[in-house]
Nanobody
Framework: QVQLVESGGGLVQPGGSLRLSCAVSGSIFSIYVMGWYRQAPGKQREWVATITSRGSTNYLDSVKGRFTISRDNAKSTVYLQMNSLKPEDTAVYYC??????????????WGQGTQVTVSS
């Protein structure tokens, strides 16, 4: 059973940066497409970014140029570097395995997520 543990969130001022991490256990990490999702208060969870097993990436339009997804297969960890943060980036961030065509999350057991709050 795949387990997902997110960390690295916090309170940051607009324009600031954070780096999120997601440790994955219970399966062969290197073969998975991995992704980040977020859920803002009162809104549905949305897909943010995807990285394939070979390192190809894709992003939500609103985060392109500001967020960078990466992975370390040796550590079974996926990262999300977030720069130039905006108040609208405030959300709980989660990692999961996105479907390669639809980006729908494939792992039913979500981690606890990590809170990102962008505020002055």
């Amino acid at each position: 059973q795949v387990q997902l543990v997110e960390s690295g969130g916090g309170l940051v001022q607009p324009g600031g940066s954070l780096r999120l991490s997601c440790a994955v256990s219970g399966s062969i990490f290197s073969i998975y497409v991995m992704g980040w999702y977020r859920q803002a208060p009162g809104k549905q969870r949305e897909w943010v970014a995807t990285i394939t097993s070979r390192g190809s990436t894709n992003y939500l339009d609103s985060v392109k140029g500001r967020f960078t997804i990466s992975r370390d297969n040796a550590k079974s960890t996926v990262y999300l570097q977030m720069n130039s943060l905006k108040p609208e980036d405030t959300a709980v961030y989660y990692c999961n395995v996105p479907h390669p065509l639809t980006s729908r999350p494939q792992i039913a057991n979500w981690g606890q997520g990590t809170q990102v709050t962008v505020s002055s």
